[in-house]
């Protein structure tokens, strides 16, 4: 959680930029469209809270108490580092409002022109909670993703992903994670498959050799994962892998925290460089948190 939150403060002074029209961040600086104070974070780490308070409040996974929250957070800066909401994704905000009419937590939109990246930057409270049991990672990271984000894609992104946080958490190799689809128990994608373009995307590993111009940092979740898995199958530590995934550009902010996510699992938080998790705003909350859903009971 932690490295998911130094992914977002970094990556927010290029948010919504043009690669190649800004020079590489190395450090954490804020600004942005923002106009973020260093270490603070955007909606990304706002909304991991929330999912993370929510599991913590109910000792369980509800879909309705986690969409009151993300509500908490829209509408009176709950969970924010500037206690407003001063950032929100259109698909959020739809669905939020389709909630407020009917009800109904399953709020995001199905079609799959909204299959953005909102519902795999707060992943990380998920697989934390359910690092015991694999099955229930997966399954539970997929419907964390329905709130919000209802499409396909953006639904099995967040079950593919989930397993591989908890296959770092449970120290899987590098190349256990990123050989074909990462399955610790054996057969579990055959009885629950992935989309096509999710199952081809892990299962090609054609990400491996690709170049930074081959490489799109949008708010597409098929391009974030890409990206992440990029940065994280081309490096050997957590600093070098967050920078390339950041200077992608674009939607830098989540690009940053969906590779936090990942590295910060798999590499651990004494190999995040502590110059950047001494700049993050509030970074006690983040470890108070992720030590709480890893309690036993």
Known sequence: MIGAAVGDALGTTIEFTTPGSFEPVTDITGGGPFQLQAGEWTDDSSMMLCLAHSILRTQKFTLTDQIELY????NEGAFSVTATCFDIGNTVSQALNSYVVDGNPEAGPTDRFSA???SLMRLAPVPIFYNRDFAAAVEHSGLSSKTTHGAEEAVDACRYFGGLIWGALNGASKEELLSGLYDPLGGYWQANPLCDSIRDLAASQQYKTKSASEVRGSGYVMHS???VLWAFSTTDNFAEGLLKAVNLGEDADTTGCIYGQLGGAYYGEPKIPYH???KISHK???YLF????VAPG
Do not use: P, Q, V, Y
Request: glycine letters at 10%; charged letters at 30%; zero cysteines.
């Open 290 to 293: 992720a030590d709480e859903l």
């Open 284 to 286: 006690e909350t983040f």
């Open 116 to 118: 953005g990246n909102g």
């Open 276 to 278: 950047w998790i001494n």
């Open 71 to 74: 509500l908490k957070w829209r």
């Open 225 to 227: 994962l890409e990206a």
